[in-house]
């Protein structure tokens, strides 16, 4: 199959500590009868508290999702009916509408540890009709 990504965005300071970021994607996947488009906005406002910690907000809004579900982790599957006991992980949509914040501690300028929070929401979750037969003449 063949796939198209595109990406955007800006950042810009915010005082001396912080950030502002703002941007937007469009995605296009033609693969095995798939014939996805995906597009949306996203950004991001940051602090840094002192020179090893920073905390940040950030969401995104999926504006196009015409049938691209979740992916499912290694293991597992999309729906999260599979793995321990009948119960698996749940997919991950990268183009989900979702809202977050996290901190990132780094000790040196070379490694840094980050933790995030998020809630996602899949504006058409479970839409299985892919278009399969969309050759698009």
Known sequence: GFAQNVEFYYTAPLGKRGWLTAGGY??????????VTTAGLYGEIGYQVNDN???????????ANNGLDAIPYYGYSAFGYDGFG???????????????????????????????????WMPRSRNGYYRKYDYQR
């Open 26 to 35: 469009m995605n296009h996947l033609n693969w095995d009868g798939m014939n």
């Open 53 to 63: 910690l920073s905390a940040f907000v950030y969401g995104q809004k999926s504006l």
């Open 86 to 120: 009948g119960f698996g992980y749940p997919g991950y949509n990268p183009y989900a509408d979702r809202v977050g914040a996290g901190l990132r501690w780094a000790p040196s300028k070379n490694f840094s540890i980050q933790l995030s929070v998020e809630k996602d």
